[in-house]
């Protein structure tokens, strides 16, 4: 499951730190967002989620943040730690019966000891 | 609960050749997906499932099919095998449609590599 070859961007952090994670989405049709966390190796793990009807939502250690005007998300994780190094991704979901969810390639985050 | 297991964790193949890549799924998830993961792009769907004895195409459906005879379990089946279709494979459930109260669920990828 490693995204090898994946000239990925990276945000370095300091262990303690926070850290912002940001997406741009495409559809303004879309009404459900998620972030999820890849660790080399295995598959994409569930982090948070959060309907377009909302602009904020916050979960142990990490709050969502959705701009539906800009077309903008982020992801804030509290308190960066060693096991927070890993690729996350957003992924945007239309309104409907087709389970289309359109995933981002990703941002690569190492934690700095 | 194991989660979404998959089989085999790695493989490799010649051109023309097929194979199954397995799931299965112990959480009694309706839901059943198969994508690929390739560097510089984000998952893409390939094939899904809502529920036992029914499959759907998905945004990358050529080259594969796919069949949900039991619930817990969806089989990916490659009959002619591309260099194209080197990729990582992710198998995904859910208990539902994907929303706040159903998210995805995944395993732990298939590595296959074609010559």
């Known amino acids: 499951g490693e995204n090898v070859g994946l000239h990925l961007p990276t945000l370095s952090v300091q262990e303690g730190d926070n850290s912002i994670i940001n997406c741009a989405y495409s559809?303004?049709?879309?009404?459900?967002f998620i972030w999820y966390k890849q660790e080399s190796g295995k598959g994409p793990q569930f982090i948070i989620d959060?309907?377009?009807?909302?602009d904020k939502r916050q979960g142990q250690r990490v709050t969502v943040l959705l701009n539906k005007t800009v077309k903008h998300l982020s992801l804030q994780i509290a308190a960066t730690q060693p096991g927070d190094s890993a690729v996350y991704f957003c992924?945007?979901?239309?309104?409907?019966?087709?389970?289309?969810?359109?995933f981002g390639t990703g941002t690569k985050l190492q934690v700095i000891p | 609960n194991a989660g979404v297991t998959q089989t085999p964790k790695f493989r490799v193949l010649k051109t023309g050749q097929s194979m199954t890549l397995l799931c299965a799924q112990d959480?009694?998830?309706?839901?059943m997906y198969w994508y690929r993961q390739d560097p510089g792009m984000g998952l893409r769907l390939i094939h899904y499932?809502?529920?036992?004895?029914?499959?759907a195409k998905g945004e990358v459906p050529d080259g594969y099919n796919v069949s949900r005879l039991k619930k817990q379990n969806f089989l990916l089946g490659l009959e002619s095998a591309a260099p194209s279709q080197t990729s990582v494979y992710f198998c995904?459930?859910?208990?539902?449609?994907?929303?706040?109260?159903?998210?995805?669920?995944f395993g732990n990828g298939t590595r296959l590599t074609v010559t």
């Open positions: 995904a459930s859910s208990r539902g449609q994907i929303r706040g109260n159903s998210p995805l669920h």
């Open positions: 499932s809502v529920g036992e004895g029914t499959t």
């Open positions: 992924a945007e979901k239309r309104t409907g019966g087709y389970q289309k969810v359109t």
């Open positions: 959060i309907r377009s009807n909302m």
């Open positions: 559809n303004s049709a879309s009404d459900y």
């Open positions: 959480m009694n998830h309706e839901y």
